[in-house]
């Protein structure tokens, strides 16, 4: 496949490693707005892009993929407060998006483990919960949008919560997320489920920017040739 990686940062880096890796081959970069008038022709007449730029920008990219007819994968968080004129925005355009918070296969497992501990906990008496997830310290949205997703998945297997928080809370029909920013961790997501008598902890660390790279390449070679709105769910069949 000729592959534009949109966003040129240390996970765009990462992405072309992988993809090179897979035998395809990456026809431009574009970093910056101008970058895609520079690049025009090339991408133009790439079979697909993987995005991961700022979350301020992603919108404008995926709408400058639809205009162009090209597939979009995004890994950028920060924008899903757009989502559903996004959705709509595809429908209309009849193109292809494929968006996740989180790339790494192993934390796609994780976020059905979560679900199904969720399901689990909300019939059991004493237990108070809340998210941790710390990142490196360039990340710009906090929570994460893999904590978000983790949150909501909590949420909608207990009816005793109605929202969660990015800050400790005592309230108990709010889920607590707490952010930390340290170093260059690449992620660390932990869902903590405490009582007096004892501690339940289900997490996941990433070792480094790999499996998220993988899932992103493999994200696209799913999304060519198709039409709509898909997930990790749709690509592992979860």
Known sequence: MKIVISGYGKMGKEVDKTASLRHHIIVAKPDRNDDWNKFKIKIENADVVIDFSMPAVAVDN???CFN????????T???YGRMN????????KNAALFY???FSIGVNLFFRVNEQLAHIMAGVEGY???IEETHHIHKLDAPSGTAVRVAEGIINNNDNLKKWVNCQSDKPDELPVISFREGEVPGIHAVIYESDADRITLKHEAKNRSGFALGAVLAAEFLVDKKGVFTMGDLLKL
């Open 62 to 64: 995926i709408y400058r």
């Open 68 to 75: 162009l007819g090209l597939p979009i994968v995004t890994g």
């Open 77 to 79: 968080t920060g924008w």
């Open 85 to 92: 004129e996004v959705k709509k925005v595809c429908a209309e």
């Open 100 to 102: 996740a918070p989180n």
């Open 128 to 130: 108070r919960m809340h």
